[in-house]
Nanobody
């Protein structure tokens, strides 16, 4: 299973970006899909996660970021509005995948995409 993230870049404060992450390979089902971020010198933190039952966001992005998914395309999106310099980080996608009906659920990570917000 591979996760390919895209959509990062350089944006001014107040601007917007949309991240995408596509899961491919031997996939039977995907439970949770999410976005994490890691800034230089800081620990990785959860940004947003989406499951069949709903979504959850970090307090710092609530009201500015929106996570969504296209189950048919095994894709998760992160719409980021009103970006702030403190949002600068490498954004990584994560998916909890079953490769077959009998496989255990396994977490897979994408390679990350860099988001830089200038002030």
């Amino acid at each position: 299973v591979q996760l390919q993230a895209s959509g990062g870049g350089l944006v001014q404060a107040g601007g917007s970006l949309r991240l995408s992450c596509v899961a491919s390979g031997s996939i039977f089902s995907i439970n949770a899909m999410g976005w994490y971020r890691q800034a230089p010198g800081k620990q990785r933190e959860l940004v947003a996660i989406i499951l069949s039952g709903g979504t959850n966001y970090a307090d710092s992005v609530m009201g500015r970021f929106t996570i969504s998914r296209d189950n048919a395309a095994n894709t998760v999106y992160l719409q980021m509005n009103n970006l702030r310099p403190e949002d600068t980080a490498v954004y990584l996608c994560n998916a909890a995948v079953r490769r077959t009906a009998w496989s255990p659920q396994t977490n897979y990570w994408g390679q990350g995409t860099l988001v830089t917000v200038s002030s």
